[in-house]
């Protein structure tokens, strides 16, 4: 046993003194040195990047912002929107791809000062070897992507779309990504490969539906009489509208109640707007002539023929403030 104890003691003195004599090789002094002055270094090429990153994006922002002061200038009214749109577009795209770069010498001025030769490795790799080997295919794709975007204005900042059952706002487009912001303040991003059909609500006009629900007794003349009158007072009133309305008539809902409707052509992004204005001024129109309408949707079914009008199925009664 004392042996055993011997031998344990005797390993762990020579170890402990071949320990003690490879620390000695080492210049403490000089290596101290060495760490304290690359993190100095990092350090400061950190806070001169950081300083660099700001000052650019401060000036990018006062050069668009002067553009966008020209193009207001001289493009008509009908275009300020548009030029607007395009102009956001592009400095969000440029505002992007700075940081990317900053970015990217950043990198390369850190690496540089910890002593890695990044030049050599991507000159004897190649840009395009050392994006592969860094499992970099998705980030060159969504670059692509975006370029291909932007230089055929599928879309712009401010625009409606829809991008893969996305319905939203654009609020950015950028090297990699675009955003998307829904109605109900949702941001979506949406890596730019990943695009494959966009929806733009905003280069056409809208054409939106106001269904009044009536019963199956109400005097159908009378309801679109008073529509059509409604129609007058507030014709020049909505500059959203581009078309006077076209009352269809009576129509069955996907509920199976029944509705007057009035289709109404509108710039795009104001048709909620438009429909809200309009059906509350039927509403009121048609209250004040006494019209009685629906409290709750009446299903009425559609007969397929007089044989069987009576054994016809009716719908489930839904939401009567669907629409």
Known sequence: MNSIIETINT????????????????????????????IISIVLISILFLI???????????????????????????????????????????????????????????????GIPVGTLIAGAGIFSLAVGLGAQGFVSDIVSGFFIISEQQLAVGEHVIINNIDGTVS??????????????????????????????????????????????????????IIQQTNEKLKGQQAAVLEQPVILGPVYLNDGSLAIQTNVTTKSGTESLVQATYLAAYLEALTQAGIELPLSPQSVPVPASPSNVANQPQAPTTNPLKH
């Open 11 to 38: 390993a762990a003195a020579v170890t402990q003194q071949q320990l003690t004599n490879f620390l000695a090789k080492f210049d403490w002094d000089q290596l101290i040195g060495v760490l304290l002055s690359k």
């Open 52 to 114: 660099i990153a700001q000052g650019g994006r401060h000036l990018i922002a006062r050069v668009f912002q002067k553009n966008q002061q020209k193009l207001a200038a001289k493009n008509p009214q009908t275009t300020i929107v548009k030029s607007k749109r395009r102009n956001q577009t592009f400095y969000s795209l440029v505002e992007n791809a700075y940081y990317y770069l900053v970015v990217f010498f950043w990198l390369y001025s850190i690496l540089s000062i910890i």
């Open 172 to 225: 950015a487009v950028g090297l990699r990504t675009t955003q998307i912001k829904t109605d109900n303040g949702t941001l979506n991003f949406i890596p730019n490969r990943n695009i494959t059909t966009i929806a733009n609500l905003s280069r056409s006009s809208i054409q939106t539906s106001i269904n009044v629900r009536i019963t199956p007794e109400t005097n159908l003349k009378a309801v679109e009489k």
